[in-house]
């Protein structure tokens, strides 16, 4: 079955810098990479996702790049803010009409004032 | 547009008895997901329902069961609790065929 690993698990950048969350799949015929943000207390929220179909995808300071060929995914948070702070979390999906998501462990996100 | 809601919010049960939780999707939402998040790890996917009917399952045993009504909520039931069955419990809904899921804010189980 599908394996995603993600890196770093903490990482804590200055306000106004940029952070990169990688994640890695193992299943070729992966083909839908969300990736949600979950608040202390609260449920996971998506923010971006991707599908194979295309290789990089932005809205605003949030952007993702897909790299199908080495099986790996990034999500790019710019010019960052406190209210990033969070934990990350990506997935990916075959179809989820009959396979459910596939999460990475999560990396929490301090953005320093 | 209301999103997904989840209740009770927090439950506490002791070894050996029995939790129900409970999901209602976003309106027009037909899937439903349930998903374990123990502290420290990742989601674990649990059930997933669709037009009533199971349709897939992950790595839990059998005493980790659900349903889902004609109104397409859910209900996630929990026999035999164990003290590592503590977790925050979170449900998902989709439209049908549709790759995005939205999730509630979870039920917090507590085993004593």
């Known amino acids: 079955g599908e394996n995603v690993e993600q890196h770093p698990s903490t990482l804590s950048v200055q306000e106004g810098d940029s952070a990169v969350i990688k994640c890695t799949y193992s299943d070729s015929a992966s083909n839908y990479f969300p990736w949600y943000k979950q608040e202390l207390g609260k449920g996971p929220q998506l923010i971006i996702d991707?599908?194979?179909?295309?290789g990089e995808k932005k809205d605003q300071r949030i952007a993702v790049t897909l790299n199908k060929t080495a099986k790996h995914f990034s999500l790019h948070i710019t010019e960052t803010q406190p209210e990033d702070s969070a934990v990350y979390f990506c997935a990916a999906s075959m179809n989820s009409g009959n396979t459910p998501l596939v999460f990475g462990k999560g990396t929490r996100l301090s953005v320093i004032a | 547009e209301a999103g997904v809601t989840q209740s009770p919010t927090h439950l506490i049960k002791t070894r050996g008895q029995q939790a129900t939780l409970r999901c209602s999707p976003i309106s027009g939402h037909t899937s439903v997901y349930w998903y374990q998040q123990a502290l420290g790890l990742g989601l674990q996917f649990l059930l997933w329902y669709d037009e009533g009917e199971e349709r897939n399952r992950g790595n839990f045993p059998p005493r980790f069961s659900g349903r889902q009504f004609p109104n397409y909520s859910s209900e996630l039931n929990v026999n035999a609790l164990e003290l590592e069955d503590s977790a925050l419990y979170l449900c998902?809904?989709?439209?049908?065929?549709?790759?995005?899921?939205?999730f509630g804010p979870g039920t917090r189980l507590l085993v004593l």
């Open positions: 998902a809904s989709s439209l049908e065929a549709a790759w995005t899921q939205y």
């Open positions: 991707i599908r194979s179909n295309v």
